[in-house]
């Protein structure tokens, strides 16, 4: 067996793993509307993406094109939502909705100590993004 370090990014943490219909599509969309940066980029057969990560906000997301046994939540729903601290929820968010996301909550302020908005994405994936403020 060969032993191999965990990636760092990887280290302490439940990287989730979506898929979609378009990843690449999916890429774009959250560099301008998310401020991710793409890490790591595996293409397959016609272009499609097998595997590829992205970081958001010091978090990682893997993601690929939709293949057996996985679905999208357009076709199933979702029991997930990813949640994303981020420096600046407000502005994330009109950036976001500006960019395509669904506004589902507006940002407010919570009263366990931040505040948060609530975002369907293009392909269907639920985000929660949040701001630490001062507890109620």
């Known amino acids: 067996m060969i032993h191999m370090e965990i990636p760092e990014h990887h280290k302490q943490a439940v990287v989730p793993h979506i898929m979609v219909e378009s990843a690449a ?16 980029r595996l293409e397959g057969d016609a272009g499609r993406i097998v595997h590829a990560e992205v970081g958001i906000h010091g978090s990682t997301l893997m993601l690929g094109d939709v293949d057996v046994p ?51 994405d293009p392909f269907g994936h639920v985000w929660i993004f949040l701001t630490p403020i001062a507890a109620a």
């Open 70 to 120: 996985f679905s999208t939540p357009d076709r199933v729903g979702t029991s997930v939502a990813l949640h994303v601290y981020v420096p600046d929820v407000d502005g994330l968010t009109t950036k976001a909705v500006t960019s395509g996301a669904e506004l589902l909550t507006a940002p407010a302020d919570m009263p366990y100590g931040a505040r948060q908005s609530m975002l369907r």
């Open 25 to 40: 599509e999916a890429i774009e969309f959250y560099a301008e509307a998310f401020g991710a940066v793409e890490l790591f």
